[in-house]
Each structure stands twice: as structure tokens, then as C-alpha cells.
């Protein structure tokens, strides 16, 4: 498995579900790929904290991860966020100083801020950024059409950008079906 270092590159949350699910969006850090994990608002709520360094009023369970490891001399040196026995979901794993830990990739992730330490993901999980194919279509006549893999890429980040997470995550699946089938 190849592992590419990812950045955290956006985090939303969609207010209108009545899950108030999130999505966490990861981007290569040399590159313009990319990766969108839905998550809880739970979750995208304690990065956001975390980040803004505020306390909350009550400790997160990520914050409770961190103060026992620390106390008992643990030390996260670096999460991969891989696909899970070759399905859509995804799985992430913590290298710390004692051994490898399974984790969701939201609380992987919070660690990974937390005890600010490199992020890498499986590099058959990443799809292309939308953003990078637009620049390199500007080079091409006006009248040329879209491949089927563009369109999902542009559509996702329409679905992004809109704040629908559930279209998202269907068109993230689409992408990486495609891309995989191209790849065989």
C-alpha cells in the first residue's frame, strides 16, 4: 500500500439533516487529490475546538484519548486512514511508540491534530481535485464535452460546495468505482 501525506483541508457540517452528519475533507499535501470522510457532528465539533484552541465546557472522549495516552506514556507518531477489508468504508490506524491502534478516521484524525503529527492516506482512497481539471481544461475548445469521471468530479464538488453530504459521499463511491474499474 502506497501512503500519501494529506492536510486537513475543510470541515463542514450539514445543519438541514436531522443527523447533523459532517463531512472531514483531506487533501494531498503535494498534490490535488483529495478525500471526504462523513463523519458525526460530534466529531467535526471536537476538531473545530481543538483547532480554535477553546476550551468546551465538558472534555471531548478525543480529549480523554489524549490525556490517557499521555499519561501513561503513550505517544502517537502517525495515522493512515485506509480503506476497511476493501470496502467503502474506511479505517484508520494510530502508530504510536507501543503499537498500532484501529480507529475511526475522525478520531484518528483529531489525535493527528492534536498531537500534531504527519496524516497519510491509502493512495487508492484519494480522487482527483475538480479544481486541478478545470485548469487543465481551459486549454481545450469550447465545445468539448466532459468525460463521465469529470462530470462525477465536478458534480462532487458542487455537492461539497452545497453543503449535500449525502450526494456527496454517493459520488465520492461513484469516483472511486470508476477510477478504480480504470485502473484494471
Not at 486512514?81 to 504510536?96: F, H, N, Q, V, Y
Request: proline residues 4%.
Amino acid at each position: 500500500m502506497k501512503k500519501i501525506e494529506v492536510v486537513l483541508s475543510e470541515l463542514a457540517i450539514n445543519e438541514e439533516s436531522p443527523e447533523k452528519e459532517g463531512m472531514i475533507i483531506l487533501g494531498e499535501r503535494f498534490g490535488d487529490r483529495f478525500l471526504c470522510i462523513m463523519t458525526d457532528s460530534y466529531g467535526i465539533f471536537a476538531i473545530k475546538t481543538l483547532l480554535s484552541r477553546t476550551r468546551s465546557e465538558h472534555l471531548f472522549i478525543h480529549e480523554l484519548a489524549a490525556t490517557l495516552m499521555i499519561r501513561f506514556g503513550g505517544k502517537v507518531k502517525e495515522i493512515t486512514i485506509t480503506p476497511w477489508k476493501e470496502g467503502d468504508i474506511l479505517s484508520a490506524s494510530i502508530l504510536t511508540n507501543r503499537g498500532k491502534i484501529r480507529a475511526r478516521p475522525s478520531d484518528a484524525i483529531f489525535l493527528a491534530l492534536y498531537f500534531q503529527v504527519p496524516m497519510f492516506a491509502s493512495e487508492k482512497i484519494l480522487v482527483e481535485d475538480p479544481d486541478s481539471l478545470a485548469d487543465e481544461k481551459e486549454d481545450t475548445s469550447p465545445g468539448e464535452t466532459l468525460s463521465p469521471l469529470e462530470r462525477l468530479q465536478k458534480d462532487l464538488k458542487n455537492a461539497i460546495e452545497k453543503e449535500e453530504y449525502e450526494k456527496a459521499a454517493a459520488l465520492r463511491d461513484e469516483i472511486k468505482k470508476i477510477s478504480g474499474d480504470a485502473g484494471k
